[in-house]
Each structure stands twice: as structure tokens, then as C-alpha cells.
Nanobody, 115 residues
Framework: QVQLVESGGGLVQPGGSLRLSCAAS????????MGWYRQAPGKEREFVAS???????TYTDSVKGRFTISRDNAKSTVNLHMNSLKPEDTAVYYC?????????WGKGTLVTVSS
């Protein structure tokens, strides 16, 4: 089974930017849609963005125009570029298939937006 490792999180001021990366242990080309999700403290995990193997993207309304998801099938990576970050973007960010299936969740990467 593929294993996913997220990285790139950290502490950033409001209005700042971060680039998250998700590395898979094997090829992700066979996974039609990959996504990023996040879980804020005390809240349920929610969908953030997705990308098909051919590059079609979808975003939740709250991040449209600020976040960009990308995918490199050859490197088996999925990235999330986050701009104009807001305190409400604070969460642990995870990648996984979309919709969620049998792939186990990674440990995620923590993003904290605070001054």
C-alpha cells in the first residue's frame, strides 16, 4: 500500500506563504485524483483541494485564489502552494486520494498562521 509523507509546514505570519509537499512511496499515476485535506484544532478534517492525474483542479471556496495544488506524477509528489495565509488556515494538513479510500493517512504537517 502506498505511504504518504507530508512536509513543509511551519509558523507563518498572516499574509505569508508556505509550500507543502506530499511524497508517495510509489507511483501515484494510478490514483486518478489526489487531494489535500486539513484538520483545525477541535474540528473535523475537511477537504481543501484536489487534482486529477491530468491536472484538473478543484478547491474549497475558502482557499480559492489563494492556494494552488500541483502534481508531479513522475516524482510521485503532490504540492500545495499557499499564499495570503489567514489565521483560520491554521491546521494539520494531509494529502490522500480523493475520495478517501484505502490509503492510510500520513502524519500530516502543521501549519500555524499567527502574528
Amino acid at each position: 500500500q502506498v505511504q504518504l509523507v507530508e512536509s513543509g509546514g511551519g509558523l507563518v505570519q498572516p499574509g505569508g506563504s508556505l509550500r507543502l509537499s506530499c511524497a508517495a512511496s510509489r507511483s501515484i499515476f494510478s490514483i486518478n485524483v489526489m487531494g489535500w485535506y486539513r484538520q483545525a484544532p477541535g474540528k473535523e478534517r475537511e477537504f481543501v483541494a484536489s487534482i486529477t492525474r491530468y491536472g484538473t483542479t478543484t478547491y474549497t471556496d475558502s482557499v480559492k485564489g489563494r492556494f494552488t495544488i500541483s502534481r508531479d506524477n513522475a516524482k510521485s509528489t503532490v504540492n500545495l502552494h499557499m499564499n495570503s495565509l489567514k489565521p483560520e488556515d491554521t491546521a494539520v494538513y494531509y494529502c490522500n486520494a480523493y475520495p478517501i479510500g484505502e490509503i492510510s493517512w500520513g502524519k500530516g504537517t502543521l501549519v500555524t498562521v499567527s502574528s
